[in-house]
């Protein structure tokens, strides 16, 4: 269990969750590697040759977006997190949402605690873009939600999905760009547990530009 940095009642805190007062629900906001060779930043970090200058080689493929695009399986993966209980998911509803809101889709789903503990899950959205004429990551976290379950529970879970979802910074124009295609919607309790997948479909003229 890892605890980082919890207050003055980290301890109380601590003693609660390991006695099995309450379950565990934090997420990893990092990625742990099996190996600092597997960092994708291993090979730039620390100046070679006494140089002071650090080239940050890995550009927008840092975290687990380097992890997945070199292949490599961390020891512990982004979004990763344990519980006394266990936990389903099911439904994936993808909703055009009305012109006029900031938001593009609502990302619908079902969460169900499988366990015989009450607990709380965090539900991960991760959106991938395969057609982009720019390198991009296999996949990046859009939006997230906590929902505390009783055993046997199940709840509906929406997150909504705005423009910048759907973007990248486009370097060479200075601003956020959204190119027309399908973009992969993944929903799981981590980046690398991928429960549910669906396809939404950007029309021209709703990128930015």
Request: glycine share 12%; hydrophobic share 35%; aromatic share 14%.
């Amino acid at each position: 269990m890892h605890a980082w940095y919890p207050g003055q009642e980290g301890g109380t805190a601590l003693a609660q969750l390991l006695f099995g007062d309450f379950s565990p629900s934090g997420k990893l906001p990092a990625t742990f590697e099996r190996r600092w060779e597997d960092n994708p930043t291993f090979r730039s970090y620390y100046p070679q040759h006494g140089d002071k200058h650090v080239e940050y080689t890995e550009g927008i493929f840092v975290g687990y977006r380097g992890y997945e695009k070199a292949g490599v399986r961390p020891l512990f993966p982004f979004g990763f997190g344990l519980s006394y209980s266990a936990f389903s998911y099911s439904g994936l509803q993808l909703t055009p949402v009305p012109g006029g809101s900031e938001s593009l889709v609502a990302a619908t789903f079902q969460v169900k605690n499988t366990g015989s503990r009450e607990a709380a899950e965090v539900a991960q959205v991760y959106v991938g873009d395969s057609h982009a004429s720019l390198p991009r990551p296999a996949k990046e976290l859009k939006g997230f939600a906590r929902v505390s379950l009783r055993p046997g529970e199940q709840k509906e879970v929406t997150i909504l999905l705005d423009r910048r979802a759907f973007s990248y910074y486009d370097v060479a124009n200075h601003g956020w760009r959204a190119e027309p295609g399908d973009f992969a919607i993944l929903v799981g309790s981590s980046s690398a547990d991928i429960q549910l997948r669906g396809t939404f479909s950007l029309a021209p003229g709703q990128g930015m530009n």
